[in-house]
């Protein structure tokens, strides 16, 4: 999971929704919902300088929790968070794997697969227009969007 809390409000908000699943815990030393009163975790820029210490609580925390469940919770509280996926959990979403791997051949007959790389401007996807280039000693991708080339 990443969490990109960056406002006390959000911090607090965090410390709240964490607190509610570990309430019951009596190995936690300290309620979730008191840390944001500690000093070393009163402002972002404490939170950062504390980080390791910091960690600690979280980490305790959010292990308990099953992900989709905290992800929900912590969209419902307006708290930023995302999931971070293993490559079969992102190929398994629907649409994904459709819209997202690209399949070409090489002039020699080879099956030349790659990722389309998104890109947003102004918050509209841009798709990735992708050129291969061949010639008999190697292959060379050239994308006006980046791309990743998975050998076939």
């Not at 819209?99 to 990735?128: K, W």
Request: hydrophobic share 35%; charged share 25%; with cysteine.
């Amino acid at each position: 999971m990443i969490l990109a809390v960056g406002t006390d409000a959000q911090f607090q908000q965090l410390c709240r929704v964490l607190n509610e699943y570990c309430v019951d815990d009596d190995d936690d030393e300290e309620s979730l919902s008191l840390l944001w009163n500690d000093e070393r975790f009163k402002t972002n820029t404490m939170r950062v300088q504390h980080n390791d210490a910091l960690k600690v609580h979280l980490q305790r925390a959010i292990g308990k929790i099953e992900r989709n469940e905290l992800l929900s919770r912590l969209n419902e509280a307006s708290v930023p968070a995302g999931a971070v996926r293993t490559m079969d959990e992102v190929f398994g979403l629907p649409g994904v794997k459709e819209s997202m791997v690209l399949e070409g051949q090489l002039p020699n007959g080879d099956t030349i697969r790659g990722v389309r790389a998104i890109s947003f401007v102004d918050s509209s996807p841009l798709p990735s227009l992708h050129h291969y280039h061949h010639d008999d000693t190697n292959m060379k991708v050239s994308t006006r969007s980046p791309a990743v080339v998975v050998s076939p």
